[in-house]
């Protein structure tokens, strides 16, 4: 049977284990791309793929908010016609987009990443320089 | 491996410490505070964090006031004439352009124009192992920078001392705001703020509908005064009849060469996608002589460049101004009121890699009895960090004003920087640790972790080497 540990629990036995931080990846210019490169801290932790899968999928993600296509350019048009004022109004695109991605953060979190005993911290966070994956000492072991 | 489902909690409730250590600091913090308050960057924050300015605010009520008063000398005393005399749409033209000019300006200026956060604390730390491990073969100091290929062009990426990380490219530092700016182009003191990423369409609008404004103005006065005299009065007359006008005329005039000038200047900019500071260095041109091979980031297409650079996607704030710090959050790098906080800060062993390595420093005293990891003695990499300075002298940038023709000069380069090797002195004592280590922990570590429990981040504090508390103001 599976032992269900809370987290909570954990946090007062060194429950951060370490730390990863999956850098920006610029070659494209300064577009929000990251690196998909396995750390071998997770090596033990989680599949390759899956981890491949996540990364590829928040970069796709990023790209959409980015992207240069009629839609952005409708809406800078018409912000700059009305002076601006319409972003009080409605959310741009790319805010709609990085809600999008918190959402999958998220639920990568819930079904894929906690349960091997990681965190996966949203980008937005720190600024979109770092993805940062916390990984938590595995209690199993001590007791 | 046995198979253990964790539950997922919020990180912030991680953070949570049961330590009465902790209790005194947060007597003076009982309300929950918000980002803005403990930004580290030297800004000024209006209606709770909602708009941000410079604290160097330079002229901007100079400017606004200018165009406050022309504007209202020229509803007062030039448009019942010229709306007798031409058309009403004068002063209809001039209304919208005025409320455009004025919307643009207060945009430009409360609006973050790209500011990167500091980066955490073990962010940091990870930078600063993953640099002297790639470095320490030689004896040459790590020169901090990192070479990238962007579009088959070599770009030299210089890490930030203050915001402790790599600028990412077109960044930089602005020394009078003490921010790392996105796609930097100047600090601008007519609008007191930084142009950057985020407001740089505000600012190309405000200084196009602000050329279109002066020239307005300038012909309607010119027009008014021409009128006045043509009707059997003369020009000495037409004045004195109207000497509103002259105060226009003259602030106009010498508006008008500027504006138009850094119009001009901005829309070649615009067209080439570069930026002022990349237009000063002359980062690009003369590389490979023509401009447009030489800038990565040119799409080689003047209407693409435009549309990407004013009509482009808006990103949003990155520094979450108007969110709550969580409770026991450790304030990267900032001023020494929050500094005095940290070594209280890092006892909490939640999500302090410290508090790790000073386990495996325990381990390690215990087993091997060694003195040199716990000595708090120069190591060996002190020399190397000694010659720091001469590159910290070169990485941080002054913003440069030409772009807005303003009395600002340049400022010196950064005078911290016998302060930051002292301080990068305590954060590679921290980092060339052997014991801090990303792996997983030993099993020996995580027995003597449990027996030591929560008291072993009070009782071992002293241990950290100097802490990262003391940090450069």
Redesign the interface.
Known sequence: M???????DL???????????IQ?D?????LCQFQTKFPS?LE?KIDKQQFEETMRTLNNLYAE????GSQ??V???L??LT???I?LCIE????KV?KKIAKYIQEQ??KV?????L?L?DP???????I?I?????????Q | ?????????D?R??SV??LSAQSHTEKKEQRPRRKWEVFPGKNRFFCDGRLILSRHSGVLPLTLGLIVVTCGLFFAFDCPFLVKHLTVFIPVIGGALF??VV??LL?TSFTDPGI??R??L??AA??ERQIDSSGSSTYRPPPRTKE????QQM?K?KYCFTCK?FR???TSHCSLCDNCV??FDHHCPWVGNCVGKRNY??FY?FIISLSFLTSFIFGCVIAHITLRSQAGKSLVQAIQESPASVVELVICFFSIWSILGLSGFHTYLVASNLTTNEDIKGSWSGKRGAEESGN??SYNNIITNC??T???????S???RRGFVPPDEVVPAASTASEMELPHFSTK?????C??ST?DVLERMINSGSQTLCSPGPPKTTPLVQGLPSTAALSPEPPPSAGCSGPLGRRPTDSRCPLFSRSREKESLHSINPAF?????S?SV??T??TL??AADVSFMPLQPGSVGDEAP
């Open positions: 599976a032992e269900t540990h809370s987290l909570q946090r007062h036995q060194a429950a951060v284990a370490a730390k990863v931080f920006r610029y070659t494209n210019g300064t801290e033990t908010a980015e992207k240069l952005s350019y809406e800078g048009c912000a700059c002076a601006y004022t972003f741009t695109h790319y805010e990085l979190n819930d990443y906690a349960p091997r005993g965190l911290t937005l966070e720190r600024g979109l320089r770092v940062e916390t990984i938590f000492e595995d209690r199993s072991l001590t | 491996m046995k198979n253990c489902e964790y539950q997922q909690i990180p409730a991680l410490s049961p409320v455009f919307i643009s945009r990167l956060p980066a955490t073990d962010e990870d930078l990238i290929l962007i579009n770009v990426l990380m990412p490219p077109r996105e796609r369409r505000f609008s990565p980031y549309c990407v004013l009509c482009g996607p808006l990103p949003p990155l520094i979450d062993n939640d999500v302090n890699m508090t790790q386990k280590r990303l792996a997983s922990p099993p995580t027995r972790a449990k429990g929560g």
